[in-house]
T-cell receptor, first 116, second 115 residues
Framework: AQSVTQPDIHITVSEGASLELRCNYS??????LFWYVQSPGQGLQLLLK??????LVQGIKGFEAEFKRSQSSFNLRKPSVHWSDAAEYFC??????????????FGRGTQLTVWP | EAQVTQNPRYLITVTGKKLTVTCSQN?????MSWYRQDPGLGLRQIYY???????DKGDVPEGYKVSRKEKRNFPLILESPSPNQTSLYFC??????????????FGPGTRLTVT
């Protein structure tokens, strides 16, 4: 079955430090991949997406992610974290084949805390 | 303004009392979907629809019904709600490609409590 793993439930970083949030998926092809962010009490906002082409994608708020087919990963990075980045981050994958074509799978989320 | 709207935003109900949460989008999106969000579990897809009159089960469809009679609307129906359906619900829509949906546009969420 399709699955998305975010191995880090909670990450704490200091403001100004670099950040990497991990995402692995169980899939053999090149699915659509997304990162969303959810601030406390808010809805979900798209950070970035990968469909095809260049494996390094840029998103909003200075985030970037790299698709690595060999590792089935789509890790999110930011070189310098701001206090306003504190939120929960979700990785998502679309199933693009078979009887569950169109189904969307989310990871369980990584909660980011930023120390001043 | 392009948006996905959900109503109601908050709902407290009792076990067994049928309820409907409405969802509407004004972006002419083909794909619509419902998710529930529970602490520690992320978002789980309940049902999705890739076209009018076409609906498919997601990961957690038990206890829910949906319909897609018009392109813009995708209501979520709980025929006999139970306490384990207490959750935060999100509706979303997107354009659709041959490989599946593009990025989701989410509604503001509906917080449902079933006592």
């Amino acid at each position: 079955a399709q699955s998305v793993t975010q191995p880090d439930i909670h990450i704490t970083v200091s403001e100004g430090a670099s950040l990497e949030l991990r995402c692995n998926y169980s899939y053999g092809a090149t699915p659509y991949l997304f990162w969303y962010v959810q601030s406390p009490g808010q809805g979900l906002q798209l950070l970035l997406k990968y469909f095809s082409g260049d494996t390094l994608v840029q998103g909003i708020k200075g985030f970037e992610a790299e698709f690595k087919r060999s590792q089935s990963s789509f890790n999110l990075r930011k070189p310098s974290v701001h206090w306003s980045d504190a939120a929960e981050y979700f990785c998502a994958v679309v199933n693009d084949r078979g009887s569950t074509l169109g189904r969307l799978y989310f990871g369980r989320g990584t909660q980011l805390t930023v120390w001043p | 303004e392009a948006q996905v709207t959900q109503n109601p935003r908050y709902l407290i109900t009792v076990t067994g009392k049928k309820l409907t949460v409405t969802c509407s989008q004004n972006m002419n999106h083909e794909y619509m979907s419902w998710y529930r969000q529970d602490p520690g579990l992320g978002l789980r897809q309940i049902y999705y629809s890739m076209n009018v009159e076409v609906t498919d089960k997601g990961d957690v469809p038990e206890g829910y019904k949906v319909s897609r009679k018009e392109k813009r609307n995708f209501p979520l129906i709980l025929e006999s709600p139970s306490p384990n359906q207490t959750s935060l619900y999100f509706c979303a829509s997107s354009l659709l490609s041959q490989k599946g949906p593009y990025e989701q546009y989410f509604g503001p969420g509906t917080r449902l409590t079933v006592t």
